[in-house]
């Protein structure tokens, strides 16, 4: 309350009577000083403040990170007018760990102007100090492998109906990652476009059979339809790819629901998958890369996750997502696989 009577007062002074303040060069931060200087991450980390001076001040607190950038985000806080002399406390959180430096401004209240500022670095977690020291870029080769996570969480990307005029776009960022897919081609897509089938092989990716035709009313209203589509599909692979021997079936649609069906698949050898999460690229005419980006990332809980693309000509937005999704799994610790008969059990 005292300190609140004398800014009213001298505010008083300042605007009514007309009585100037002493200038603010005389203002400035006496000391300023953590209270703990290690801590971790999501703990609080208290500072105080203490001024010296005549006028009334303001004091503006900002965090940088260990290579001096801003970061607005932790805490940016302008305080009400102060009496220089005041001492203030502070309290802040970082949820990272890291080299962080606290830097405190003292500000003119009327002019804005900058008259002092001091700086405290702090250790937020199990940090070395070396972090603070500029490193040379990083290689493509040394980025690479600092990305390459460790253990057992593993993605499975998946994409079907093609091959398509987008095929060479999923190939493209496939490659750039060093990541190997699965492609559940149709028949009637590999018919036309040959060339792009044997370029998803080639390139080390695995290639399984989703039937010729993705007819639901044809293949599904008898099972024998669905063998010969199989089996049609499998002849036009093997006559592209010298060797192609792969027993990986994706049901248009799923296998849900299908007993009759799936014993059908089973009983030629066949395993089938479905998938854990769809990424949504199928749910409107076309859905924005964020949107299928977002529909992957906030629903991934599984250690081992199989995920549903399309590689069709009109999902333009699919191969823009990959970029985001393959850097959100390599972030959570996920590495990348293709599927073979033994990832799963038929599901």
Known sequence: ???????????????????????????????????????????????????????????????????????LSYFQNYSPPFAAG?????NT????????????????????EIVNEKEIKVKCGNVIEEIDIPKKTPSKKEEEKKREPKGEKIAYLTFDDGPSA???????????????????????????????L???????????????SHDYNYIYSDVDNLISEIKRTDELIKSVIEGYNNKLFRFPGGSFHRTEAKEAVDE?????????????????????????????????????????FHDAGAKKTTPDALPEIIEGLLDRGYRFEPLVEESFNSF
């Open 268 to 308: 030629l050898g066949y395993k089938h998958f479905n998938w854990h999460i769809d990424s949504g690229d199928t749910r409107e005419v076309l859905v924005s890369a964020d949107k299928i980006a977002k529909n992957v990332l906030s629903n991934i809980w599984r250690d081992k996750v199989v995920i549903l």
């Open 93 to 112: 959180k970082f949820n990272k760990q890291g080299i962080y430096f606290i830097k405190v401004y003292l500000k003119n209240f009327l002019s804005n």
């Open 1 to 71: 309350m005292r300190k609140w009577t004398r800014c009213l007062v001298l505010l008083f002074l300042v605007f009514i009577i007309g009585v100037k303040p002493v200038k603010a060069v005389n203002n400035e931060i006496k000391e300023l000083k953590c209270s703990n200087k290690s801590i971790k991450p999501m703990e609080n980390i208290e500072y105080t403040i203490k001024t010296d001076g005549d006028d009334l001040i303001q004091v503006e607190f900002k965090v940088f990170d260990h290579n001096k950038k801003e970061i």
């Open 198 to 212: 044997k370029k998803i092989y080639d390139d080390g990716h695995v290639i399984g059979n989703h039937s010729y």
């Open 166 to 196: 987008n095929t060479y776009k999923v190939l493209e960022v496939l490659d750039k990652y060093n990541i190997k897919g699965t492609f559940f081609v149709l028949g009637k897509n590999a018919e036309k476009n040959k060339k792009t």
């Open 86 to 90: 005041d001492s203030i406390k502070v």
